[in-house]
C-alpha cells in the first residue's frame, strides 16, 4: 500500500476504532470520477486491526453487517488513483448505512500523505 494510503488509513481509523473492529481496505483501478466512487472489482485489499495491516489479495468481503444505530461491524476505505492525473486519488470511508464519504486527494510534495482538492468531487451522508 502507498505510504500517504496507509497514513490517511490510519489517521481514519483513530477516528472510529471505538466503533469497529476491523478496516477493510480495497484499492481499485476504476471509478466514475464525475460522480467520485470507486467503481468495479477490487485489485488489492487489505485489513487493519488496528495494530497489523494484513493483505488480503482480491478478498472482496467487506463484511457489512450492522450493529445497533446501523454502525458497521468493520469500517470500510475504497480509494483509486486517477490515471490521468499524476497524484490524484479518490478516497471513500464507510462507517455506517448511511455513514460514509468520498473526496479527491493529492499526495503532498514529499508523497507521505494525502490533503483535500477543495474543487474535488466530494460527497457525504
Avoid at 468520498?102 to 477543495?118: A, C, I, N, Q, Y
Amino acid at each position: 500500500m502507498h505510504p500517504a494510503l496507509e497514513a490517511e488509513m490510519k489517521k481514519r481509523w483513530n477516528q472510529v476504532s471505538a466503533n469497529h473492529s476491523l478496516l477493510h481496505i480495497a484499492e481499485f483501478s476504476e471509478a466514475d470520477w464525475v460522480a467520485g466512487r470507486t467503481t468495479g472489482d477490487p485489485t488489492n485489499c487489505w485489513t487493519w486491526d488496528g495494530s497489523d495491516l494484513q493483505d488480503v489479495g482480491t478478498d472482496t468481503r467487506h463484511t457489512i453487517k450492522a450493529k445497533a444505530g446501523g454502525v458497521l461491524e468493520h469500517a470500510g476505505m475504497r480509494f483509486c488513483f486517477d490515471p490521468e492525473n499524476e497524484g490524484m486519488v479518490l478516497v471513500e470511508f464507510v462507517t455506517g448505512v448511511l455513514a460514509g464519504s468520498g473526496e479527491m486527494m493529492k499526495l503532498s510534495e514529499d508523497g507521505e500523505s494525502l490533503r483535500p482538492v477543495p474543487e474535488g468531487q466530494k460527497w457525504k451522508f
